[in-house]
């Protein structure tokens, strides 16, 4: 089941060889030695632990959806989305997660926008 939100979340970032992060094998062509990957988020006063990285892509934020921009003022319109592997503790299973970072809508916060368990 997958369920949408738009919750703000804490998103700490990290080297994944040394918080034992996957990366899915596609994926790590596109990586560089020295990117930073999503490894713990805080969402609903819980540490999620990274325990894997699906997918990483570049989405366009239509310009109408940022409020107050023109869409001729070079304003950012596009966001990263992060798909993760991630679990709440030992006892809890695992979720897939869409972290989403630099929302134009909403500054440079992170938001926690699906969770597919």
């Known amino acids: 089941m997958s369920r949408r939100y738009q919750h703000p979340v804490e ?5 994944p ?7 899915e094998p ?3 062509r596109n990586v560089v030695p020295e990117t930073s990957v999503p490894t713990v988020f805080l969402w609903r006063g819980r540490v999620h632990v990274v325990r ?8 366009r934020v239509p310009w109408w959806r940022r409020e ?3 869409p001729g003022d070079g304003a950012v319109l ?4 992060w798909r993760v592997e991630a679990s709440a ?3 809890m ?17 992170w938001l926690l926008e699906r969770v597919s368990d």
């Open 11 to 15: 998103v700490r970032l990290g080297d």
């Open 17 to 23: 060889v040394e918080h034992r992060v996957h990366l």
């Open 26 to 28: 596609g994926w790590c």
């Open 52 to 59: 894997g990285v699906l997918a990483r892509w570049t989405q």
């Open 68 to 70: 107050g921009t023109d």
């Open 78 to 81: 596009e966001h990263q989305v």
């Open 89 to 91: 503790g030992r006892a």
């Open 93 to 109: 299973g695992t979720g897939v997660y869409d972290l989403v970072h630099g929302d134009p809508a909403h500054g440079e916060q």
